[in-house]
């Protein structure tokens, strides 16, 4: 098993362009979460899915689109890139609400110049 | 809306030393967790607490939690190099909604 692949693993935009982050997972998982990691702070959640059609906003949702067409696939839409999504974004999937345990990728490290 | 708070910040030990690191919280959990991240990857999941537990060990690590404070600790014994990471709690918090709430995470260093 591949466990959660992230697409690109590193990306530089200019501000204004808009990109897609590509993030699947062959582990059957329902929930899937998009993050932000910036220095010195946790894990910031973006948006997330706990299954196929339904997507929810999370605590920094501005400037960004999910969607859930497949168990497997959670890409993560930049509609128009600012400098302040210069960041590390990882995707993570879980099986089950119940305890929460999150696979992550390897993540996307985006500059927005 | 972070509710965990690691603290030290950043923790250097030399090997074979023990390394705790504790994570304080805000509001009822149904459980806390810790992971790990090595430099310029993924997290990778440690352990799990529930809040009904303790006390709680994998390998060489071992978890506390004491909901009367509203926090937990993290202790690796016997640390090794490859232990040098950075260490992150997320709470489930009962009224989250799914969201995993995260600190801002302990870096520990092991000088060989």
């Known amino acids: 098993n591949a466990g959660v692949t992230q697409t690109p693993k590193f990306q530089v935009l200019k501000t204004g362009q808009s990109m897609t982050l590509q993030c699947a997972q062959d582990?059957?998982?329902?929930?899937m979460s998009w993050y932000r990691q910036d220095p010195g702070m946790g894990l910031r959640l973006i948006h997330y899915s706990v299954g196929a059609g339904i997507t929810d906003q999370g605590e920094v949702p501005n400037g960004y689109n999910v969607s859930r067409s497949t168990t497997e696939d959670f890409p993560l839409r930049l509609l128009s890139a600012a400098p302040s999504q210069t960041s590390v974004y990882f995707c993570?999937?879980?099986?089950?609400?119940?305890?929460?345990?999150?696979?992550f990728g390897a993540g996307t490290r985006l500059s927005v110049l | 809306s972070q509710q965990g708070e690691e603290d030290p910040q950043a923790l250097s030990i030399q090997e074979g030393e023990n390394a705790t690191m504790n994570c304080s919280y805000k509001?009822?959990?149904?459980?806390l967790q810790w992971y790990r991240q090595n430099s310029g990857r993924g997290l990778v999941h440690l352990i799990l607490?529930?809040?009904n537990e303790r006390e709680k060990h994998s390998g060489r690590l071992r978890v506390t939690l004491d909901t009367s404070k509203k926090s937990s600790s993290l202790l690796i014994t016997a640390s090794r190099a490859a232990d040098t990471a950075s260490y992150f709690c997320a709470t489930d918090a009962m009224d989250s909604n799914y969201q995993l709430i995260w600190g801002a995470g302990t870096k520990l260093i092991i000088k060989p």
């Open positions: 607490i529930r809040s």
């Open positions: 509001t009822s959990i149904n459980n």
């Open positions: 582990m059957n998982h329902e929930y």
């Open positions: 993570a999937s879980s099986y089950s609400r119940g305890e929460n345990i999150q696979y």
